[in-house]
């Protein structure tokens, strides 16, 4: 029998804690795991929490979601979610899913992002992930910033190795996750955008997301580029904060001159 995919998630947060169970909890037609799921995060007292949360079949953050503490203690019981702090692991997958965030810096005059938690833990994969395998970034990140910054970190940890630049495999498929009651269903109850670096990325991009989505009726879009990609979800977010940000003024409004806004 042929061992399973080995899959890791770098970054246990909100997204990368939700996407591991996900992951783990999908099964074949005969009901076993189809995947052995790694949940990498750093040794920080936090990062830490969250590896023992996990370990110990918890969820690490408070959440309403029913389905995803099932979902949870379901993965723990059948053994196919391990977590640890260390990044040797990487050279085990056949998928890395990078779920780390990106920081923006308010003690300067004009706010400014830090790549700089980002750009470490890339370098992390790169330096150990075989030629084959996909990383598949779900950050949410500047457009233009997986290809001028991180693809050329990846490229020059694969030169520093011997591996060929032409093998190396990335896409960027952007997370969706909702919180709330609907947390776990979000992720594969719902549209997903990729692209890859390469034909060859794109595919295995697509089949692997098709495991883990309901494909049937939220299909898969691929846009032309990863840079499409990444500008897909920043009009997302840019739309959602604009809206929220507009109704919320009319409610302001609506409370002072005593008018019910619903």
């Known amino acids: 029998m042929a061992s399973k995919n080995v899959i890791c998630i770098q970054g246990l947060g909100f997204v990368g804690a939700a996407m591991a169970i996900a992951v783990a909890d999908v099964v074949d037609s005969d009901g076993n795991p189809l995947y052995e799921v790694v949940g990498v995060d750093v040794d920080t007292p936090q990062g830490l929490e969250r590896i023992s949360a996990l370990s110990l079949g918890r969820f690490p953050f408070e959440s309403t979601d029913s389905n995803l503490h099932a979902a949870c203690a379901r993965v723990h019981e059948r053994g196919n979610l391990r977590t640890t702090t260390d990044s040797g692991v990487y050279a085990e997958a056949d998928v890395v899913i990078v779920d780390v965030h990106c920081d923006i810096d308010f003690s300067s005059a004009a706010p400014d992002l830090d790549l700089s938690s980002l750009r470490f833990a890339i370098k992390q994969v790169g330096e150990r992930v075989k030629s084959e395998t996909l990383i598949l970034i779900e950050t949410t990140v500047p457009p233009g910033a997986i290809t001028k910054i991180l693809i050329p970190e990846l490229t020059d940890c694969f030169q520093k190795r011997g591996l060929k630049a032409n093998d190396l495999l990335v896409a960027h498929s952007y997370e969706r996750v909702m919180p709330g009651e609907n947390y776990f269903s979000s992720i594969k109850n719902f549209w997903r955008v990729f692209s890859g670096n ?39 977010n840019s739309y959602r904060a604009a809206n929220i940000a507009f109704i919320t003024e009319w409610t302001h409004f609506c409370d002072e001159i005593g008018v019910d806004l619903n």
């Open 198 to 236: 390469s034909p060859t990325a794109s595919t295995k991009c697509r089949n692997f997301l098709n495991s883990i989505v309901n494909t049937a009726d939220y299909p898969l879009t691929e846009v032309s580029s990863i840079t499409a990609s990444e500008v897909a979800k920043v009009l997302e």
